[in-house]
């Protein structure tokens, strides 16, 4: 008809399926791989690590004692790869030989992959030195075993490369959300290992200098601005921790006290002193010893 309105075709919204990508589909092949190599050394052989038998022992107690409270969780170890384990102790036998924490470990073994190439873009590498980059982190043999063997160490590594990726995000962008990220997976690696806060105050000092480098005006209030960015999720994290150990021992502090009195155990170990002793005058000897044990 002349005249007449003109209506529109209703437009047909297709909604695209999400796509995992190259990226996506590595990280959960190197997940997998993570839970295979844990079930084979932590199910199989028996193969795991003191800390993975402890952390187990804790969560039989949670779930099957007779005190399910916070302070059956442990406190003496930092809580986040206990937590991890949690779903997987529901599992029948996954106690037995610390699997559930092997197995809790290394389930996020693939978040290296997503890390390191976060990192290698924001370092603007190449297409060829980023994938090596990648592969080298993702399937470093040292990172494998510790994953699969109930260590935080895997996890650890990638919550410090989540980090520094967000930093150089923000060299480049120069925004707070990339600082709040780099704060938030410090916060998370707090959960891991209490050591973190050495590595978190020497980037707090690396972003107040760049920070008051940046700001033409008002240089002090800007790097304190952004070092408090950064500093939030960490302080949340911590305080998160504390809180929990406040309900069950009445102390903010007592997990410091804890991991101090593991600490004091852990250097009293008989089979060390007597390697000392026999390496006594021999540096290179002890230099060596020291390598290996450390690897």
Known sequence: MIGAARVPAARVRVRARPRIGLRG?????????????AYALAGRLDIAADEAHARAAHLGTLLHGVASTPAAFGLERPPLP?????????????????????????ALGGAGVLAAADLARWARLGRVPAMLFTAAFALHPLLLVAGATGL????????????C???LRWFETDTTAPVLGAG?????????RYNVVLVAAAMVL??????????????RDRAEAT???????LVFAAGLWALTTTFAHGNPVEFVREAERLSALAGEDPALYAQMTI???????????VLRWGA
Do not use: I, K
Not at 206 to 219: K, S
């Open 82 to 106: 206990t937590a991890l384990a949690l779903p997987f102790a529901l599992l029948p036998g996954a106690l037995d030989g610390g699997l559930a924490v092997a197995l809790g470990t290394a």
């Open 206 to 219: 690396a972003l107040m200098w760049v920070a008051g480098a940046r700001g033409a005006v008002r240089e």
């Open 227 to 233: 070092a408090l960015a950064f500093l939030v999720p």
């Open 165 to 167: 990726g967000q930093l």
């Open 152 to 163: 935080p160490e895997a996890l650890y590594a990638t919550l410090l490369l989540v980090a």
């Open 279 to 289: 390496l006594g005058g021999d540096v290179l000897a002890s230099a060596w010893w």
């Open 25 to 37: 589909a590595s990280a959960l092949a190197v997940s997998a791989g993570y839970l295979a190599l």
């Open 184 to 192: 938030a997976a410090m916060g998370a690696a707090f959960l891991l």
